[in-house]
């Protein structure tokens, strides 16, 4: 089974500042690992996605993440945030292609001028 | 850039109602899910379909809830009593098959079910 922990609900930070958002994944078999974006009234948008290839993965809007297995995170940064990441972001685990995606519960992410 | 679809945007049915939600898959695609999010909560898988099948399903889908690709291009969700626990943002996914690589699972804008 597979489960996603999100730490932070809510994250705030000042336009320019480094965004660092977490998350910290079960998983009883290899995962592959999601970061989806949701801007309000909208649909999942995929940022990045982690298929066991590169440990570092970089996405769109300057967004990266790191597979660190021995941490069970796959964190996601950004090194300069903009007032137009504010958004809510999700990271997903999933056990293989075709599988479900099992969802953390968000985190709120609020950029501030 | 293709995407996927979903009608109706928003959804408003009494207590009772059947409602059918629908989705345009993107057109190569042969992975369909449906995932709902109530308001405040997590994104929750509730079925997968393939082959003219359902792959796995949820607790959450129970005998009130279906789904059918009546015509070979809309995947639909059907809920044939509603309650008012159904109300929600229903989210269609599709995914295509890429060899032993993941399928990248892309989301339509949702359906925002309010049960009365």
């Known amino acids: 089974a597979q489960s996603v922990t999100q730490l932070g609900s809510h994250v705030s930070v000042s336009e320019g500042a480094l965004v660092l958002l977490r998350c910290n994944y079960s998983?009883?078999?290899?995962?592959?690992l999601f970061w989806y974006v949701q801007y309000p009234n909208q649909g999942l948008q995929l940022l990045l996605k982690?298929?066991?290839?590169?440990?570092l993965v970089k996405g769109i809007n300057g967004f990266e993440a790191e597979f660190k297995k021995s941490e069970t995170s796959f964190h996601l940064t950004k090194p300069s945030a903009h007032m137009s990441d504010a958004a809510e972001y999700f990271c997903?685990?999933?056990?293989?292609?075709?599988?479900?995606?099992?969802f953390g519960a968000g985190t709120i992410l609020r950029v501030k001028s | 850039e293709p995407e996927v679809t979903q009608t109706p945007s928003h959804q408003v049915t009494q207590m009772g109602q059947e409602v059918i939600l629908r989705c345009v898959p993107i057109?190569?695609?042969?992975?369909f899910y449906w995932y709902r999010q109530i308001l405040g909560q997590k994104v929750e898988f509730l079925v997968s379909f393939y082959n003219n099948e359902i792959s796995e399903k949820s607790e959450i889908f129970d005998d009130q809830f279906s789904v059918e690709r009546p015509d070979g291009s809309n995947f639909t969700l059907k809920i044939r009593s509603t309650k008012l626990e159904d109300s929600a943002m229903y989210f269609c996914a599709t995914a295509k098959l890429a060899g032993g690589s993941t399928d990248t699972q892309y989301f339509g804008p949702g359906t925002r079910l309010t049960v009365l």
């Open positions: 998983s009883s078999v290899p995962p592959y």
């Open positions: 057109s190569n695609h042969l992975y």
């Open positions: 982690y298929t066991s290839a590169a440990t």
């Open positions: 997903a685990v999933s056990a293989k292609y075709g599988n479900k995606l099992v």
